[in-house]
């Protein structure tokens, strides 16, 4: 089976920096796969607060995850500050793809790329619901 490819654009909206903890060590001494995930899972958060939202609380509506593509690329260690791009795209009816890149600050080197498909929910009545506009402007403006 052929690996997996994931190609990103030059430009990223939006960047923060994480910090890798002892918690997310293995017992192979470097970062576990799964938990690179919880690193992103911290940019996402921030992602939405740059754009004024908390994941849970976008004009009215909640964000779930539909599907996750995770490319490990290199190791990552204990005390590393690993800097975490991101940019929406590939907008649908529902929902759109949050593309990241992930690199060590100290030399640059990439460290994994990934991308998670979100849609919004309406927890009232626990239904998909439509992507709002207001969301869009916010997330393409980001970055501009």
Do not use: C
């Amino acid at each position: 089976m052929p690996r997996l490819q994931l190609d990103l654009p030059e430009r990223f909206a939006y960047a923060t920096e994480v910090v890798v903890y002892v918690g997310h060590i293995n017992v192979g001494g470097h970062v576990d796969n799964a938990l690179m995930l919880s690193l992103v899972a911290e940019a996402r958060t921030r992602y939405f607060a740059a754009l004024g939202y908390a994941e849970n609380a976008v004009e009215g509506l909640a964000t779930t995850i539909t599907d996750v593509l995770w490319l490990y690329k290199a190791e990552a260690f204990h005390g590393d500050v690993l800097r975490v791009e991101m940019i929406a795209s590939d907008y649908n009816k529902y929902g759109f793809d949050l593309l990241y890149r992930m690199t060590r600050q100290s030399d640059g080197r990439e460290i994994g790329r990934g991308k998670h498909g979100l849609v919004f929910i309406d927890l009232q009545q626990r239904k998909v619901a439509p992507l709002p506009p207001v969301f869009r402007a916010r997330a393409d403006a980001l970055g501009a």
